[in-house]
């Protein structure tokens, strides 16, 4: 989703959403509060960032069986000796499980690139040497600023 749509609106709230979450959850989970008892702005914060993910969830899965179903030639759908895709089990089983599957997927998708990332510009911080070789080779692939970076 986010890839190929670097600009579209979903991906920025996703991505907003998803900070929000985890800042939330830290806040919530991690220092002393009490939104077990009473519900704290906070957890309301919370609970409203949980509702936009599932919306977005649930659109990318509807938009996912639409084209499940519109494929006339079989490449997307299930066909008698091709395994059925994921979604396609778990939608079988209950759509809210598919939900919370799919929810569970992009979080730790974020959580662990983020994670990665982090560790990564760790090391390179606390090593100039390598700091300077990684950007003189990225200067060899991105000449000028406006360069675009493709995978």
Avoid at 126 to 139: H, M, R, S, V
Wanted: include cysteine.
């Amino acid at each position: 989703m986010i890839h190929r749509n670097r600009d579209n609106p979903d991906s920025k709230l996703f991505l907003k959403e998803v900070r929000s979450f985890f800042d939330l959850t830290e806040e919530i989970e991690i220092k002393p509060s009490i939104w077990k008892i009473i519900k704290t702005p906070k957890f309301r914060q919370l609970m409203k960032t949980l509702d936009t993910l599932t919306a977005l969830c649930n659109k990318y899965i509807d938009e996912a069986l639409k084209r499940i179903d519109s494929d006339n030639e079989g490449n997307l759908t299930s066909e008698e000796n091709k395994e059925k895709s994921v979604l396609e089990k778990l939608l079988k089983i209950d759509r809210k499980i598919a939900v919370v599957m799919a929810l569970d997927m992009m979080m730790a998708g974020v959580d662990t690139t983020s994670s990665t990332l982090t560790g990564i510009l760790f090391c390179i911080a606390k090593n100039p040497d390598k700091q300077q070789k990684l950007f003189e080779e990225l200067k060899t692939i991105l000449p000028n600023k406006d360069s675009r970076l493709t995978i």
